[in-house]
């Protein structure tokens, strides 16, 4: 047990927020923010995400377009995304499985992450990238990390989103929402929604590299979570700085957050 407090830093802007030093672990006490966000179930996969991608983009690039209107300048949030499994667990061993090794699925959408497919985060809001969020919940190339149960997916759970900027009136926000679930077929459009997201105190590291080689950062991640006196809570959460279409696989730039409770 750790014989000191965990000194949780509080980010003053977002950008502070997502800033770090590959495979360093830091503690924050993150503010709240408010997302668009949509949820999906199951093995990710290029349809699933190229069916939702749209709207997530066209709310984004709405309010964007909308604030400056009236003079106020803000970028269109990252690509994030919670990962989880309906049973709940952090047990990194049980998320892998052990039949591909580390960070491997063969087979389940391991060339796409975030963003890939053409026009994601373009100024239309029509991107339909297909591997938003194909890193994994536990570091893998295609979802939640190589479940033990690799013949059973249906337990996968992840939400993909984008933060809002805090200007945004009440009224942008509905009229942005509207435009997005006009991009979405009725499945869909529906499930997307505007939320106020608070995960509080989290353990985060900067992973630098392919999706598929999360492992070792994960687990460096919940290493230091123990040897904080901490323990796991909460949705794996990832933020996507790279972008796969620019940038090589060893480049990529992903931050990988785990939400904590006090042991």
């Known amino acids: 047990m750790p014989t000191t407090a965990v000194p949780f830093e ?20 993150v503010p709240e923010h408010r997302f668009v966000m949509i949820d999906g179930e199951g093995p990710p996969a290029e349809a699933a995400f190229a069916d939702r991608m749209p709207g997530l983009y066209a709310t984004a690039y709405s309010l964007r377009f909308a604030l400056k209107k009236r003079g106020v300048e803000e970028k269109v949030g990252l690509l994030e995304g919670l990962w989880w499994t309906t049973d709940g667990t952090t047990d ?15 087979g389940s959408g391991t060339a796409s992450g975030p963003g890939t497919a053409s026009g994601a985060g373009t100024a239309s809001g029509t991107g339909t990238a297909s591997g938003a969020g194909t890193a994994s919940g536990a570091g893998t190339a295609s979802g939640p990390g190589t479940a033990a149960r690799r013949d059973d997916r249906s337990s996968w759970r992840w939400t993909l989103m984008i933060a809002l900027p805090d200007a945004a009136t009440s009224d942008e926000l509905a009229t942005a929402l509207d435009a997005g679930r006009g991009k979405l077929d009725a499945r869909h459009a529906k499930g997307l929604r505007i939320e106020p997201f608070a995960e509080g105190e989290v ?11 999360e492992r070792p950062s994960i687990e460096r991640l919940h290493t230091a979570i123990h040897e904080s006196g901490l323990r796991p809570a909460g949705r794996h959460h990832e933020l996507y700085l790279g972008d796969p279409r620019r940038s090589a696989p060893e480049r990529l730039r992903t931050i990988l957050r785990q939400p904590v409770l006090r042991a």
């Not at 990194?92 to 063969?106: C, E, K, R, V």
């Open 10 to 29: 509080r980010p003053g802007t977002r950008r502070d927020e997502v800033a770090g030093k590959p495979g360093v672990v830091r503690f924050l006490r």
């Open 92 to 106: 990194l061993d049980a998320i892998f499985g052990t039949a591909s090794g580390p960070g491997t699925d063969p």
């Open 203 to 213: 353990a985060q590291l900067l992973h630098v590299g392919p999706y598929a080689n």
